[in-house]
């Protein structure tokens, strides 16, 4: 945890008491005493300073000042299969902290319907590992998060609006030029990528995901587990627009 | 589990008779049947096919031929500061998967000295993971390993033998020139690249490694969980080599 932070309807006249973990790290892992400042940002919202006004393992009031702006939303948006619950959960924080835009999960011929049945795709579990992720990454903007069960209605009639003007990559191994020379050439200010299930997506989805305007960029030759092969794409994808755009990274 | 890796003195006269995970995978995963062809590998050594001779959920024996040369040793190091054990579970086996030839864990101040006596160090606990990721990712060559736990002593005495003739970088936030533009631009043939702990390098730490040639290379702005970090960096280490030297890509 790099940040702490704070929902807005917890603010009260400037002040927040915390009675969760928040307040468990900043007692014992911070060992924060009255007067110590902490890192803070407002979910959604500005980053700041928060005043320690008294701490105990159960309860630390902060005194909050906002007044720095959080790193712009990130130009990333990802199309994921969803992966199986196990794995999801583990994806949670790390799509925060990595920094995506909005999260599409949908279905596809190698993801198995019982997926979508479990509680790791609720908001109540997946909203605090996002959460997770901001702060380790000290960000404020939580993902927007969407489930499709139906990939061709997706795909067909509810992606551009959802992703609109991004320039659209599906991950692929050994196929299409690498991710890294696509991006670098790219004069896009926004990118949607796809990332398949284990297995791969299968012939109609990738012709429907082509016909919709989505090209191959090759993510190298060794076949990663969907967790792996999400954070290196990711990571890939920030890297290469950030050099594309050295604007971008000096501001970050 | 892309590959079943074989280890050489499970061979007996072309065959091998499997009775741990690896038959409950040919049987119960992959579903398989006498005459069905499997890929399989030679741990350190080459790849090819067996035929399955017989198969129940307890034993299935494999009849092997060796034919086609596994992907080449990485051309990359780690000097990885030593995480803790859950966190370092965790990588092991996407470590061997991204494509590692050393792994180097090491000391550092802000490494906690427990860490160091858990089980997770043992080989018996880390080759199965390491074998894990091959077979995930199709390639036989177990990463070496070697665990240090005085940092200057590997770092003045011990580095050059370990990691001969590399370009030696150490991944930072917001410091030095983007890993991807340093790599890109870099003639060499082998690279070490040090990862430091949750925290980072100390002062000393960063100064021995300048010291020894490391250069500082920019990860960017998010600060990212270790785990998460150590994949990300070697994805982009992996794809900027890759996009350096065409026929390596092409090859792989």
């Not at 199309?79 to 790390?94: E, S």
């Not at 380790?136 to 609006?161: M, Y």
Request: glycine residues 8%; proline residues 8%.
């Amino acid at each position: 945890v790099n940040i702490v932070l704070v929902e807005p309807h917890e603010l009260e006249s400037g002040a927040v008491e915390l009675r969760d973990r928040r307040a468990a790290h900043i007692h014992d892992t911070l060992r924060g005493v009255p007067g110590q400042h902490i890192r803070i940002g407002l979910l959604d919202g500005p980053l700041g300073v928060g005043t320690i006004a008294s701490s105990s393992p159960q309860s630390v009031t902060l005194t909050c000042v906002f007044d720095r702006q959080p790193p712009p939303r990130p130009p990333v948006d990802v199309l994921l299969a969803l992966p199986r619950p196990k794995v999801m959960r583990r994806l949670w924080a790390q799509l925060a902290a990595l920094g995506v835009d909005r999260i599409m999960l949908t279905n596809a011929e190698r993801v198995e319907r019982p997926y979508f049945d479990t509680h790791v795709l609720h908001p109540g579990t997946y909203r605090p590992l996002l959460i997770e992720g901001l702060q380790q990454a000290r960000d404020t903007r939580l993902p927007r998060v969407s489930i499709h069960r139906q990939f061709r209605v997706l795909v067909e009639d509810e992606l551009d609006a959802l992703s609109p003007a991004s320039s659209r990559l599906v991950a692929h191994q050994g196929v299409g030029p690498s991710l890294l020379a696509s991006v670098t050439a790219d004069p896009a200010v926004r990118w949607l990528i796809a990332i398949g299930p284990e297995g791969g997506w299968n012939r109609f989805e990738v012709m429907l995901l082509e016909a919709h305007g989505f090209r191959a960029v090759d993510l190298g030759s060794r076949t990663l587990r969907t967790d792996t092969a999400c954070v290196a794409t990711l990571s890939l994808l920030h890297a290469a627009i950030a050099d594309r755009v050295p604007a971008t990274r000096a501001a970050g």
